[in-house]
């Protein structure tokens, strides 16, 4: 398994943005690799957020934060970041950070942080 360690969580205003980071330790990543971005709400269950292919760069979002969320990784080892723009309170959760393999899901996550979004 892989280390996780999610940053950058806080409070915004609604339309506000934050970026939040997750830093991974313990494997070498490849092409088969993957990391993504979930998140739980209260009372409800964790959900996709967004995931990264990590040699090839592919993305992937769900629909209700695409064209406001941006995955990309970072120019340090093996780090992932969560752009979010545009943000509503309906995304208010806390949010983890997940690694795995393209093939067979994610095996590894991260404490999680949390985002909150005041109207």
């Known amino acids: 398994q892989v280390q996780l360690v999610e940053s950058g969580g806080g409070l915004v205003q609604a339309g506000g943005s934050l970026r939040l980071s997750c830093a991974a330790s313990g494997r070498t990543f490849s092409s088969n690799n993957i990391m993504g971005w979930f998140r739980q709400a209260p009372g409800k269950e964790r959900e996709f957020v967004a995931r990264?292919?990590?040699?090839?760069?592919?993305?992937y979002y769900s629909d209700s934060v695409k064209g406001r969320f941006s995955i990309s990784k970072g120019n340090a080892k093996n780090t992932v970041y969560l752009q979010m723009n545009s943000l509503k309170p309906e995304d208010t959760a806390v949010y983890y950070c997940?690694?795995?393999?393209?093939?067979?899901?994610?095996?590894?996550w991260g404490q999680g942080t949390q985002v909150t979004v005041s109207s």
């Open positions: 990264i292919r990590w040699i090839f760069g592919s993305t």
């Open positions: 997940a690694a795995g393999m393209y093939a067979s899901g994610y095996d590894s």
